[in-house]
């Protein structure tokens, strides 16, 4: 499956870069491309778009967002005996109330207009190893949902506005995010060795929203350059406020039969 494979790999940066190009600025989609294709990326102090919260019709601009890494691992030749690995450390974002939500397209925003293309060359390539697409899709994303682990770590996001002369800030903060792969006695496992069943689990630790009502914002300090953003944001994240939930942590547990099982 070697072409098709690399086909397929194509897709997947152009897919990878079309959503992230959407939310950070200045992405080089090449770097993407050529990371993938050796089955690690690695993407260091990116920068979130001021439309990212618009883009989902919340009436907010991101004054400042940042996340310090993503990284991902994917064994394309052994994707049955590793698992595919996506990890995103410390999404902080700090918005302020916008007057109206204009969604507009965003010139520098990457299209799909490639992966037709793609997946024609996926069509060709598969023809000519003599493999149906469904049965090369199914095998290939199967593997990937079977052993897929995502962890993400130190969310912030902080929304500021001001009520007549109260300056007020609300805050949800999530310490950790995991989806990874469990055995029937609900251990954590790298491979799923089942032919019939993908169990996974979802752990959310440590949630917490708060409402501030009176306190110092952000804003300032950000637009005149006087506060380091993460810090402030990192340090926030061990502050006291008024809680409407904290700490509130969860596990679910989703198990699913594979087809024909």
């Keep these: 499956y070697s072409a098709a494979k690399m086909v397929l790999e194509g897709i997947a940066s152009s897919i990878i870069s079309y959503f992230l190009s959407k939310y950070i600025y200045k992405l080089d989609t090449k770097d993407i491309k050529m990371s993938i294709f ?24 991101v004054e ?23 990890v995103v450390d410390e999404i902080f974002v700090l918005g302020t109330l916008a007057g109206k939500v204009l969604m507009q397209a965003d010139s520098n925003t990457n299209n799909f207009k490639n992966i037709p293309d793609e997946y024609s060359e996926l069509d060709e390539a598969l023809q000519n190893e003599n493999v149906s697409k469904t049965d090369f899709t199914t095998g290939i994303i199967g593997s990937i949902i079977d052993n897929l682990r995502v962890i993400v770590s130190n969310i912030h996001i902080r929304l500021e506005y001001e009520s007549g002369n109260r ?59 006087s506060i380091d953003f993460q810090t402030e944001m990192k340090n926030l994240m ?14 679910v547990i989703y198990n699913h039969f594979k087809s024909g099982a």
Aim: proline share 3%; net charge neutral.
């Design 38 to 61: 050796s089955g690690k990326v690695a993407l260091d102090n990116l920068a979130i778009k001021e439309t990212a919260l618009m883009e989902h019709q919340i009436p907010f601009r």
């Design 64 to 86: 400042k967002g940042t996340i310090k890494k993503i990284s991902a691992s994917i064994p394309y030749t052994k994707l049955k005996s590793q698992p595919c690995e996506a």
């Design 167 to 225: 300056k007020i800030a609300i805050g949800i903060m999530i310490p950790l995010i995991k989806v990874c792969t469990i055995d029937g006695n609900n251990n954590e496992i790298d491979v799923n060795n089942s032919d019939s069943m993908i169990q996974k689990k979802l752990i959310l630790s440590n949630l917490s929203i708060y409402v501030d009502t009176e306190c110092n914002h952000l804003t300032d300090g950000i637009r005149n350059q």
């Design 238 to 251: 061990q502050a006291n406020h008024q809680f409407i939930l904290h700490n509130f942590s969860f596990e």
